[in-house]
């Protein structure tokens, strides 16, 4: 650490985060601080997978725009380190809200949570990449289409089983691909347990878990977060927790038609046009994530026992997707 931080004073004491699936995070504390090491997981891994060196390179290049994620220090790439590569950033202080529904706050700071979750979501997708050294972070064109093929292959690779619905997505996804809004940074996993919220204000001091981030379409990765106001509750292993069936408005967290208007509001995108296509599109990427989930878990890769969750999943999640592709003219944000 003393090699890769400045200012470091150990000895040091570390502690693995609840969370971190696909590449195990650590907190270390220090005598000097409080700071956080991401490390590859051991063991073979899917092709172009737990990309640490990007989530180093995106962070970095956002915290110089002003956009708040955690302030990054180094990467080491040399695996006879620790292993595996990593990077060390700083430990940002703040909340971690697990369940979207956010217990223990009181309406009024759930629905300020919400904007300002929506408020972070569109200040990234109204960034410029090239303003902010990212244009050469991914291929701006194409990025849905390349999303498609690139789970498809991984899920095709991981499946332990046939899923009736995952081929069939992966016949009718192609084919049915919305227009492309121009071309953002997007984080891929965005969703409110992936930030850190101020201690004492309902403010993002950071967004977290930048491995899948790359440049696409905004809308995509916006309605990524919008699976939690149809994740059944009974689904657990996806990481999105469920608001179906509770009374929002008491709790205060706006309904899905409000938080898609604010978006639309703040970035001027038409989201609502295709919404059933890109529901379908996030419900069958994150099925294909759990199946490679579970592969890395019988193989004993796998950064938690959560892993174990993910098989059962991979099927109940394809035929949610299934049923907004069935209906994807009808789904508008209500």
Do not use: C
Not at 129 to 157: H, K, M, N, T
Not at 200 to 206: E, F, G, L, S, V
Not at 302 to 320: D, K, N, T
């Amino acid at each position: 650490m003393a090699a890769h931080v400045e200012g470091y004073r150990g000895p040091a004491e570390l502690a693995q985060f609840r969370g971190g699936q696909s590449n195990p995070t650590y907190l270390v504390t220090a005598r000097s601080g409080r700071y956080v090491l991401r490390r590859k997981p051991p063991g073979p891994l899917l092709p172009s997978a737990h990309a640490i060196e990007r989530e180093y390179r995106v962070q970095r290049a956002l915290a110089g725009a002003g956009f708040p994620v955690a302030r990054v220090h180094a990467l080491e790439e040399d695996p006879t380190i620790l292993g595996t590569a990593f990077y060390v950033m700083d430990h940002v202080a703040g909340r971690v809200f697990w369940e979207p529904w956010m217990p223990g706050s009181d309406p009024g700071e759930r629905g300020a949570v919400y904007d300002a979750m929506n408020a972070a979501l569109a200040r990234l997708h109204s960034l410029d990449p090239a303003a902010i050294g990212l244009s050469d972070f991914g291929r701006p064109a194409g990025y849905v289409a390349r999303q498609v093929r690139r789970w498809s292959e991984q899920y095709s690779a991981s499946a332990a089983e046939p899923v009736d619905a995952m081929d069939r997505l992966m016949d009718w996804l192609p084919a049915h691909l919305p227009p492309e809004a121009p071309a953002r940074v997007v984080h891929g996993d965005f969703r409110l347990d992936n930030l850190v919220v101020a201690p004492a204000a309902p403010q993002i001091a950071a967004v977290l878990d930048w491995e899948l981030a790359t440049l696409g379409d905004p809308i995509a990765d916006f309605t990524y977060h919008l699976m939690q106001w149809h994740m059944p509750a009974e689904l657990r292993g996806a990481g999105t927790a469920s608001l179906a069936g509770r009374d929002l408005a008491a709790l205060g967290i706006p309904a899905l038609a409000d938080y898609v208007a604010r978006y639309e509001a703040r970035t001027g995108l038409a989201v609502r046009a295709h919404l059933g296509t890109y529901l379908a599109y996030n419900f069958f990427r994150m099925a294909a994530i759990l199946a490679g989930v579970a592969a890395r878990g019988r193989a004993g890769n796998a950064a938690s026992a959560q892993a174990a969750l993910s098989a059962g999943e991979v099927r109940p999640l394809a035929e949610i997707a299934w049923q907004f592709a069935r209906g994807a003219n009808s789904v508008t944000g209500s």
